[in-house]
């Protein structure tokens, strides 16, 4: 059993609010857009409002997140899919494209989960804004730019010891931010 009172804590561990996450190093996905079923709920509705190619809905989400977002081919596609097979949309060929249109089955889905997506159309909204750096400063954004140049110019070269190093760095930044400007005393002040 781990000892949640030591002052021995590896950095990551979760305990400090800042957790190691899988699939995010060099080459991994970035981070999450959508939650479980927000793309399904989406694109359903979207397809309600009219009929369309998975192109377009590609680009109406783009457009939806002011260009800083794109969904991959590779996501929309078997969300397309999953739909059909759940009889929500019918894609029907036209001119070697598969053209989508709702379902009654569809439009009754949408109609019971009207509230869900309003929440999906929301959390676009925050991660939009979050994907612009619209909530940040310019300095901000700039340091931010510049801490992930910074990352890049080591080229694969990641001792462990210098893992560890700028690991610490990272963590022990992300944890001030957090915990906000520091209180300096009196006493301080003085010195």
């Not at 804004?129 to 080591?154: C, F, K, M, T």
């Amino acid at each position: 059993m781990r000892d949640h009172h030591s002052p021995h804590r590896e950095h990551g561990d979760g305990r400090d609010g800042f957790e190691k996450r899988p699939g995010r190093e060099r080459g991994g996905r970035g981070p999450r857009v959508f939650a479980p079923g927000d793309l399904k709920l989406l694109l359903l509705a979207l397809i309600a409002e009219q009929p369309c190619h998975g192109y377009d809905l590609i680009r109406q989400i783009e457009g939806m997140f002011d260009g800083a977002y794109s969904p991959s081919p590779g996501v929309i596609y078997p969300t397309l899919t999953f739909l059909e097979e759940s009889e929500m949309i019918q894609g029907d060929a036209e001119g070697g494209k598969k053209c989508y249109r709702v379902t009654d089955a569809g439009r009754v889905s949408l109609e019971e989960q009207a509230i869900a997506l309003e929440g999906v159309r929301m959390r676009i909204d925050v991660s939009k804004r979050s994907l612009r750096g619209y909530d940040r400063p310019a300095e901000i954004h700039e340091a931010v730019h510049n801490l992930r140049h910074a990352l890049q110019l080591h080229h694969g070269r990641w001792s462990a010891e210098e893992i560890h190093r700028v690991a610490a760095l990272l963590n022990d930044t992300a944890k001030a931010i957090v915990d906000g400007p520091a209180v300096v005393t009196a006493s301080e002040k003085s010195e």
